[in-house]
């Protein structure tokens, strides 16, 4: 007896429902190097972790309201402006053939490629200066080399850009 083609489809389906839902409970991709190993390709770029942007407790406002830009801590606020480096995960929002010209940079692979749950300050929106764009790369870490600016306010479906910016972006590959 032959199994019907829709059955043979759900089943597909259920089975990739529970990958996806095992991948977004945990925290995929290459690890991030160390920071010294991120010197050695930054340049003349200041290295700046996640972890120094993020203060672990910045949920994306509720009900729409906006972000104020005072609101995030004065050792981050003094890097606006300035030329940083930081490595993270590369989610691409406006793409030019097969390269990203604007991109998200993610904390952790599970937020740029699987929709897992993230704090508002977990993300950077990255423009590229190179008018051709950025190889795409996923799941594997990569370094963003621009000027750190923090967002104006953001509202409603913006709000999913990130509070954090950097413009004029170089990526670099990061030493495995």
Known sequence: ?????????????????FVVFDLCGRRRGLPLPGTEAIAAV???????????????????????????????????????GRRIAVAGY???TVLEGDRATQFILCRHANGCCFGAAIEADDLIDCAVADPEGAPIVSLIPVLVVGVFRVN?????ADLASGLYGMDAVEVRRLPR
Not at 1 to 15: K, N
Not at 64 to 76: F, K, R, S
């Open 152 to 156: 104006p306010a953001r509202t409603g």
């Open 1 to 17: 007896m032959a199994i019907p083609r829709w059955t043979r489809w759900a089943a597909v389906g259920v089975l990739a429902a």
């Open 90 to 92: 590369m989610l691409p």
């Open 42 to 80: 930054a340049g003349d770029a200041q290295v700046v972790p996640f972890e120094r942007l993020s203060d672990g407790d910045r949920p994306f406002p509720p009900g729409g309201a906006a972000y104020v830009g005072d609101a995030v801590a004065d050792d981050v606020g003094a890097l606006v």
